[in-house]
């Protein structure tokens, strides 16, 4: 059981390059986040779902797009990225039970540098 | 999603008890309160959460008055590897179970 996985760990783009970041989870989770966070700051929700076929817009989505084709994968992509896009990328999921804790779980993190 | 104001920075000794209070002065009726620790490189982890009252498990107590306007994160016999950033989070009942995170309180454990 690997729980929540990301790839790639770290990437350099340089700006105007695009990328795709995937997270995937086995705990057949409904609900899956993507967030961002920058050096000494808070984590900061870019998109979301709901369950599969489903996204929608976080704090921060501009300049970002999601996917959710399978349920247990949750693509995030930066068609153009720019400096201010340098982060630690961090995916989430949770589950749908009214009687769970409603404890998200998170990946690794995807460190990114666009220069 | 309520607002959640909890200091910057603590610093504590091994075995000790360190407490981090939260103030969420607008949290709704369906609101959860709960806690995520995270390490640096790391994604968060949750510690606990608890709506009202008292809350204990295995690493933490979570205390919460009765207008819940606040709570109080305990850590019993701190060691150094709890050094680590604590973020108290309100909400996580609605829809999609979004959470708000704030800057977190920055807890230094010292031999």
């Known amino acids: 059981n690997a729980g929540v996985t990301q790839t790639p760990k770290f990437r350099v783009l340089k700006t105007g390059q695009s990328m795709t970041l995937l997270c995937a989870q086995d705990m057949n989770h409904e609900y899956m986040y993507w967030y961002r966070q920058d050096p000494g700051m808070g984590l900061r929700l870019i998109h979301y779902s709901v369950g599969e076929g489903t996204t929608a817009k976080g704090e921060v989505p501009d300049g970002y797009n999601v996917s959710r084709l399978k349920k247990q994968n949750f693509l995030l992509g930066l068609e153009s990225a720019a400096p201010s896009q340098t982060s630690v990328y961090f995916c989430?999921?949770?589950?749908?039970?009214?009687?769970?804790?409603?404890?998200?779980?998170f990946g690794p993190g995807t460190r990114l540098t666009v220069t | 999603l309520a607002k959640t104001t909890q200091p910057i920075s603590m610093d504590s000794y091994e075995g000790q008890e360190v407490n981090i209070t939260c103030s969420h002065n607008?949290?709704?009726?369906?609101?959860?309160i709960t806690w995520y620790q995270q390490f640096p490189s790391q994604g968060p982890r949750f510690i606990i959460q608890g709506y009202k009252t008292k809350v204990t498990n295995e690493v933490a107590s979570l205390f919460i008055p009765a207008d819940r306007k606040s709570s109080t994160l305990s850590l019993p016999r701190v060691s150094l590897s709890d050094t680590a950033v604590y973020y108290c989070l309100v909400g996580g009942r609605a829809a999609g179970n979004k959470l708000t995170f704030g800057g977190g309180t920055r807890v230094l454990v010292k031999p």
């Open positions: 989430a999921s949770s589950s749908l039970d009214p009687g769970g804790s409603y404890e998200q779980y």
């Open positions: 607008n949290i709704a009726t369906n609101d959860y």
